[in-house]
């Protein structure tokens, strides 16, 4: 089947730590995406990349890193630059940058310890 | 700046009792208009792209329509099992780059 995995489902991170939150889809598509959901508020974008080894940053990038070094595969690192990491994180995939519908992965939950 | 607005911000319908949800949008050069729907806990689950004023969707009890500044979601005879939250997205070209803007989404409970 298709589709997009995220792991881990939860994750906790100590003050000062680093974390990475794995996305890999298997849909051969070109364009992903890193969003995160807080309560009450819509999903903003943190980064995006459109081809292999290409990425942009979002909205709301500071405090996170990505990189894209195969085309199924885009990891998200939150740095201990982010002071507000709680939150639903979701990855995302389309064929291309456009009109073309997003479909997303199961998420991640992030929580500080 | 894109602007989209979702409301209700929740709803509460008895099994059987058809409703609207509405999306407002504020873009400029819309390229498509997406729906989704999100259980607690889980990713989005995609439900219609709508491209075009006038354009309308069907998916079993789901029907979604476009205007020109709206977008609705009809839930005709809906069952416990259609709760969930539902989000609307707008995607437009924004600076060279087609900007997807999320609204905050209808949570919707169905009640037997």
């Known amino acids: 089947d298709g589709g997009i995995t995220q792991s881990p489902k939860y994750l906790f991170r100590k003050e000062g730590q680093n974390v990475t939150l794995s996305c890999e889809q298997n849909?051969?598509?070109?364009?992903m995406y890193w969003y995160r959901q807080d309560p009450g508020q819509g999903l903003r974008l943190i980064y995006y990349?459109?081809?292999?080894?290409?990425?942009q940053k979002g909205d709301i990038a500071e405090g996170y890193s990505v990189s894209r070094e195969k085309k199924e595969s885009f990891p998200l690192t939150v740095t201990s630059a982010q002071k507000n990491p709680t939150a639903f994180y979701l990855c995302?995939?389309?064929?291309?940058?456009?009109?073309?519908?997003?479909?997303f992965g199961p998420g991640t939950r992030l929580l500080v310890l | 700046e894109d602007q989209v607005t979702q409301s209700p911000e929740a709803l509460r319908l008895q099994e059987g009792e058809s409703s609207s949800l509405n999306c407002s949008y504020t873009?400029?050069?819309?390229?498509?208009l997406f729906w989704y729907r999100q259980d607690p806990g889980k990713g989005p689950e995609f439900l219609f792209t709508?491209?075009?004023a006038g354009e309308e969707k069907e998916k079993e009890r789901l029907k979604a329509t476009l205007t020109k500044k709206e977008s609705f979601l009809h839930i005709t005879a809906p069952k416990p099992e259609d709760s969930a939250t539902y989000l609307c997205?707008?995607?437009?070209?924004?600076?060279?780059?087609?900007?997807?803007?999320f609204g905050t989404g209808t949570k919707l409970q169905v009640i037997p």
């Open positions: 995302a995939s389309s064929t291309q940058l456009g009109r073309e519908t997003q479909y």
């Open positions: 849909l051969n598509h070109d364009a």
């Open positions: 990349s459109q081809i292999v080894n290409d990425f």
């Open positions: 873009v400029s050069g819309l390229r498509g």
């Open positions: 709508l491209y075009s």
């Open positions: 997205a707008v995607q437009a070209t924004t600076g060279g780059y087609q900007k997807v803007t």
